[in-house]
């Protein structure tokens, strides 16, 4: 029987893994470099139910455990020989301390799997490569500049105010390390940018508007990020936040591929109470457990 520590264990590795395969490779790809693709080599294809990735291979990792536990070393060995293919391609290998990471997590739950312990195979693998340190006067002085810069753009003409709210972001994503992309330009249609946080690409929506943004809103930006891959996500930055109605007709009976932020996250942030990365990445999962498009920054931060 699976306990509920168990349970959040088996959370924990799917983090990890999460960017190890696609969960839906494209048609033309090598289909066993996918999740689904190593369920159907491990013999427990029934197991993978489809859908949002992180829920799907949190499902198939629960599973496995429970019902087919002679497989679940063998299950995680082969993700992991496969995502080593899958992101060495990707310019994105895996790293030692991840593996390190996930024997720590593996062994909590009494499996110890000798092949990700082989000193020989650890030894061949990067770490993660250390960044700069940035002192806590220098953080707290350029986040100071960026509050500025935001509560600057209240006093701009409107036609001007849209432009330089997309510098404001692409200036603060490039501050946060997530290599942003600034607004481009497609067949038919406007991007306002692009970021990516561990290997997940983000279209981004920016708009600045007296009015919430609406359901029509959503569904635009969402149909745009559909259009371009099966792992693409958005974020939709809306300084006034949407609107109640949009917001529950956005999100009845369909998924969601976009998150949202408004101006009060925006300002929450800059202040200090989480940092932009963790605020992405706590509402990515928000919506994959719940299907929500957007919770607030103060909400996460009161769910702790």
């Known amino acids: 029987m699976v306990t509920l520590a168990d349970t959040q264990i088996v959370n924990e590795i799917a983090r990890i ?27 427990i294809e029934q197991f993978w139910p489809g859908g949002s990735k992180l829920p799907a291979l949190t499902k198939l990792l629960l599973s496995t455990l429970e019902y087919r536990r002679d497989l ?39 499996f110890k799997i000798p092949e990700l312990w082989d000193p020989k195979f650890l030894d061949v693998l990067p770490s993660r490569k250390k960044e700069h340190t940035v002192s806590p006067t220098e953080t707290q002085a350029k986040s100071v500049d ?48 692009s970021f990516v946080i561990d290997s997940d690409n983000y279209l981004l ?58 101006g009060q996250d925006i300002y929450f942030i800059l202040e200090g109470t989480m940092s932009l990365t963790e605020a992405i990445h706590r509402k990515s999962r928000a919506a994959a457990e719940t299907g929500e498009f957007y919770i607030s920054v103060y909400e996460l931060n009161r769910e702790g």
């Open 17 to 43: 893994l999460y960017d190890y395969l696609p969960g839906k490779p494209h048609p033309f790809a090598d289909q066993a470099l996918s999740f689904p693709g190593v369920a159907q080599q491990v013999g």
């Open 72 to 110: 679940f070393s063998i299950l995680i060995l082969k993700i992991v020989q496969n995502g080593i293919i899958y992101r060495t391609n990707k310019d994105n290998p895996v790293t030692r301390d991840e593996i390190q990471q996930l024997n720590a997590l593996i062994l909590k739950l009494n």
């Open 205 to 262: 929506e920016a708009k600045w508007q007296d009015r919430p943004t609406s359901e029509t809103d959503l569904l635009v930006f969402r149909e745009k990020v559909e259009g371009k891959s099966t792992w693409s996500r958005g974020l939709f930055v809306s300084h006034a936040g949407f609107s109640k109605e949009g917001l529950i007709g956005f999100s009845r009976g369909r998924s969601t591929n976009i998150i949202g932020m408004d």
């Open 146 to 193: 960026l509050q500025k810069k935001y509560k600057d753009l209240r006093d701009m003409e409107p036609q001007k105010r849209g432009y330089a709210f997309e510098r404001f972001l692409n200036d603060w994503f490039n501050l946060e390390k997530l290599s942003p992309r600034g607004p481009f330009r497609l067949i038919g249609e406007q991007i306002d940018g």
